[in-house]
DNA sequence: ACCTGAACACCGTTCAAGT
DNA sequence: ACCTGAACACCGTTCAAGT
């Protein structure tokens, strides 16, 4: 596989092997999150990463000692990229009500859009947390955007007293629920078959906000 | 497909040729399952579940031609499993209010206590599902209980009208979103840190029943 | 510090061959 | 029909060595 050769960005008349001139790094990442979006996690490989990238596999293993780490690494970006597309849904909102609301839309709409990607942030094969405490640190921040429009929510009389937390972890974990088992194919059931995701989704959303008791 | 190298634990297992006479199929499938509760499916290979039952590798892709098939085979027999073990808990009881408060009790408690198999069973790695049709059959079928239940909740005029598919569907994201996130170790956050899992069930199967706004 | 090349043990899958 | 043994092309990880 041949190198392009690319300016360096620091003079540019040095031919240089690639991108790496200390950001190998980066450039690892990147072809991986493509791969993953492509693939699925189960089947990407550090060797085939680092030959898109055009280094040897025992390159791609300097910046990362495992396979797990690299997934690590692609994990947390996604959870950064995920925090700053609902902060950034958010923004359109005109009251606590439509914040929650644009929130868990954003929430589904982005995870079926990253697919691939949303899975594997949430994959067991990542979840040594404590090894990777970056990871943890991300996907802390985008549970906290949750909490914060819950309790939001709460002090504008819209959502019922208690923990914040308690009421975040049953909106999480319908809008959660949902977009895996959309990932999963797992929807594809009797009197779910065909139907919009989003019709689906406006559902799921609605039904944990108001319950599908009769009040 | 990458797998982490595995070192072979028992040196050489020794050939009881006594144990598949017209059932090496279920031997396999049985070994299978044990290795996905102690490992996780990522984890798992054709080669070790052959070596744990004692015959070749080559032996167990005569009875399945993949990894994957071999993988849906052990997550169809868990869903038959749950099948069996939500149908068995709804026995105790005594009306559709009940009926529906044990199932969704009793689906996050089978899915937190078989953890790495309920992972595998809605793994995307088994859901080409087209090619395994078993498969597609026993989760339509667990699938089934949960719409017949709240069917019977709108019955006796628990459960809010209209299809009743969409109503269960509400109820299955919030349950599997919530058995996924704690399996997945994604509970381990500020103010849910160390609760008990049985209360943040409940938490959730109350929140996707009454709703978390304020009616 | 950063990357290469060779080596090791393991894997999924295929194929010819035995019973 | 059912299973073995050998072979192939991959893989993650480690190590010595180059720059």
Redesign the interface.
């Known amino acids: 596989m041949p190198r392009k050769p690319i300016k360096n960005s620091k003079g540019g008349r040095k031919t240089v092997h690639a991108y790496h001139h200390g950001d190998l790094r980066r450039a690892l990442v990147d072809q991986g999150t493509k791969l993953v979006q492509e693939q ?1 996690h ?5 060797r085939e990463v680092a030959r898109r990238t055009g280094v040897t596999h025992t390159a791609a293993h300097y910046h990362f000692r495992t ?1 797990e780490a690299l997934l690590a690494a692609i994990a947390t970006r996604g959870f950064e990229e995920m925090t700053a597309s609902l902060e950034s849904a958010m923004r359109a909102a005109t009251g606590a009500r439509s914040r929650l609301a644009l929130l868990g839309e954003a929430y589904v709409r982005h995870a079926l859009r990253r697919g691939r990607l949303y ?1 594997l942030m ?4 990542t ?1 040594t ?1 404590d090894a990777h405490p970056e990871l ?1 640190v991300a ?2 921040r985008m ?1 906290a955007l949750l ?1 914060d429009a ?1 309790r939001d929510g709460q002090e504008t ?4 007293g208690g ?5 975040a ?10 977009a ?2 959309s ?10 078959q065909g139907r919009e995701n989003d019709e ?1 989704a406006a ?2 959303l609605r ?9």
């Open positions: 699925g189960p089947s990407i490989t550090v396979r899975q949430f994959s067991a094969e979840a947390r943890r996907s802390d549970f909490v819950i009389g819209l959502v019922r923990p914040p937390v308690d009421a972890l049953v909106a999480w974990s319908a809008a959660h629920g949902f895996s088992l990932l999963e194919r797992r929807l594809m059931l009797p009197g779910l689906l559902i799921v039904g944990a906000f108001e319950g599908i008791a009769i009040a």
